[in-house]
């Protein structure tokens, strides 16, 4: 050990001894590689790839990449533009008109008749099944203390249910007992509530709410033995109820609310629709209109969509694919171009930045 400065330097046997090593650390350095036979490492002469872009090998590599992504985002377009979907905002339409100046108030009323009806055109035929979800724009979910106000040993078994502490403030009854599920996200459940009919002949449509849930949500996650208690018992109501005597590894509205969405505007499965609808036809839609977006400005959405290879409506993906794919076709064209109208001799020593010009030497 050598001590050089502040830094401590482990010098190997046989360094110590060495006459340039005294005690100044570049020059001990130096005599650790003088003392390693030459090797391609110090030479520098390790194996590298250095392969030479010739103007045929440039283009046909972005000719290949266009012909492998233009085919594929065009099938991705068309796989998008094959989905139906009928968006319908109803938030503000489903306010009386006497109300429409104090919405929260009408909203936190209890007593306030808040059916509402609304009709959706549908302009392409969908096929079943058509999925239902709502849409809330401008509500975080992602928020850090609300995305970990919940309990998931709770959740789990009932032998869990005191556990409660990092539920706070919504982990214990005015009685003192245990709210279960507790926490602000099973709280704020929301609790619209959609039927549908067809509007020719009045004939209802009936939505499947079975199996909108994640499968392992049900098996492990959600406990077969945990019974709602103490829920929504609390002064002020956050959200949707549920039913006491009904588990919740079955309580599927909740298991999707409960997995919380990344983003500000997010869709959630409201159910399943098992009929086709032909084009043209109109479908009521009787809602309550519970849930109270009002405070903060909040847009509620109806979804009605079917889904192709691709999954939902989403044009993104087809139209990223075209774009990298047309720009490397442009590129493969210009540089065809210019190799056949200005080619160049390859590794022509006069373009030499010292081979040019009249002061070089
Ligand atoms: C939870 O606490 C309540 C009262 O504080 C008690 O009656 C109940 O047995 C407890 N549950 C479990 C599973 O420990
Ligand atoms: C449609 O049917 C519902 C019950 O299914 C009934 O309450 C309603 O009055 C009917 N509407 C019309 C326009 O017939
Ligand atoms: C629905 O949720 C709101 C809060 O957003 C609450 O005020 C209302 O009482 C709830 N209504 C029902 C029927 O659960
Ligand atoms: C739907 O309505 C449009 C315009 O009103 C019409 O051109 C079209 O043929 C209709 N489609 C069906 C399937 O009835």
Known sequence: MEAVGQAILVLPEGIQSDPNCSGYLPDCFIAVLQSKPDSKFTQQELPACKPILTPKWVVSAFMIIAIVFIPIGIACLLGSRDVVEVVERYETKCIPAANINNKVQYIQNSDANKNCTIQMKIPKRMKKPIYVYYQLDNFYQNHRRYVKSRSDKQLKSSKNEN??????????????????????????????????????????????????????????????????????????????DLNVSVPLSEQE??????????????????????????????????????????????????????????????????????????ICLALAIGFTVVYFVKPRRLGDPTFLSWNRGPGSH
């Open 163 to 240: 556990d409660t502490s990092s539920c706070k403030p919504e982990n214990l009854a005015t009685g003192g007992g245990a709210i279960v599920p507790c926490g602000l996200i099973a709280w704020s459940l929301f609790n619209d509530t959609y039927s549908f009919s067809l509007q020719k002949n009045n004939q209802s449509l009936a939505v499947n709410k079975k199996g909108i849930a994640w499968k392992s949500d049900k098996q492990k996650r959600f406990g077969k033995d945990v019974y709602p208690k103490n829920f929504q018992g609390g002064g002020l109501k956050g959200g949707g």
């Open 253 to 326: 509205d909740l298991m999707v609310w409960m997995r919380t969405a990344a983003l500000p505007t997010f869709r959630k499965l409201y159910g399943k629709i098992e009929v086709d609808l032909e084009a043209n036809e109109t479908i009521n839609v009787t809602l309550q209109n519970n849930y109270n977006t009002y405070s903060f400005n909040g847009k509620k959405k109806l979804v009605l969509s079917t889904t192709s290879w691709i999954g939902g409506r989403n044009d993104f993906l087809g139209i990223a694919y075209l774009t990298v794919g047309m």
